[in-house]
């Protein structure tokens, strides 16, 4: 599990990156079972040749759960290239033609019916465009 912020452990002081370095220590002090490490950029969180050349004292290797606090716009393109590509590819801000439905923390059931559905609607709507 990887915390992810605009720094790589302590990289850049700031008061955002402060704040998740501190959630990664709670994290770790509550749940010392889990593999966790932060704060880090999403690329160095999911790719593991980063990770092993340029932080090889990570507990976290090729992450699998991403955090983040809030919907951050950089955070959130970089790991969807990487997830959809193996590799961050920013001159493509498409992400690839991969539809992308966010979800909030504390949605309700019926918030998340609806984008389901949405989502469902968007992949038949791109097949269908495939197929003609």
Do not use: C
């Not at 700031?14 to 370095?21: E, G, I, Q, T």
């Not at 509550?30 to 040749?49: F, I």
């Amino acid at each position: 599990m990887a915390f992810l912020s605009f720094s790589n452990f302590g990289s850049t002081s700031h008061p955002l990156s402060d704040k998740v370095r501190k959630a990664v220590a709670l994290t770790k002090s509550r749940r010392p079972d889990l593999h966790v490490d932060g704060e880090m950029q999403a690329d160095t969180a999911v790719v593991a040749e980063i990770i092993e050349k340029r932080y090889p004292f990570s507990a976290v290797k090729d992450a699998n759960v991403l955090v983040f606090r809030r919907w951050n716009r950089q955070i959130s393109l970089t790991s969807f290239w990487l997830v959809g590509e193996g590799e961050s590819d920013r001159s493509d801000p498409a992400w690839h033609g991969r539809a992308v439905h966010v979800l909030q923390t504390g949605d309700d059931v019926n918030t998340i019916v609806q984008m389901a559905s949405v989502a469902v609607m968007d992949v038949m709507s791109r097949e269908e465009k495939v197929l003609k």
